[in-house]
Nanobody
Framework: QVQLVESGGGSVQAGGSLRLSCTGSGSVYTFAAYCMGWFRQVPGQEREEIADIYTGGGTWYDDSVEGRFTISRDNAKNTLYLEMNSLKPEDTAIYYC????????????????????WGQGTQVTVSS
């Protein structure tokens, strides 16, 4: 079982950068065994996945963030990162990290119900 805590959110002007972190509790092996994702949610809208990273390091990005955001993980530190550059006002949302069981051959459907464990969320606000 993994407990996740996000940090690094805040307010920034358009064009700026932020780095989000998501630290997992539990053993190093446990964290390393999960596929990890970043989601965001605007009030009144569905939670959407924007990036994920497999246990082997393979990554996926939504078109809305590709080229601007970078997902990475440090299993030795039980930590997931999201480097966000060239931020836009439409990136304003609550950002969540999540962990998914991902056995060999699993294909991520990029939906919230694919993930088992969630952080509490961190607010990112981008002003124009």
């Amino acid at each position: 079982q993994v407990q996740l805590v996000e940090s690094g959110g805040g307010s920034v002007q358009a064009g700026g950068s932020l780095r989000l972190s998501c630290t997992g509790s539990g053993s190093v092996y446990t964290f390393a065994a999960y596929c990890m994702g970043w989601f965001r949610q605007v009030p009144g809208q569905e939670r959407e996945e924007i990036a994920d990273i497999y246990t082997g390091g393979g990554t996926w990005y939504d078109d809305s963030v590709e080229g601007r955001f970078t997902i990475s993980r440090d299993n030795a530190k039980n930590t997931l990162y999201l480097e966000m550059n060239s931020l836009k006002p439409e990136d304003t949302a609550i950002y969540y990290c999540a962990a998914a069981n991902c056995p060999w051959g699993w294909v991520n459907p990029h939906t919230p119900n694919a993930y088992t464990y969630w952080g509490q969320g961190t607010q990112v606000t981008v002003s124009s």
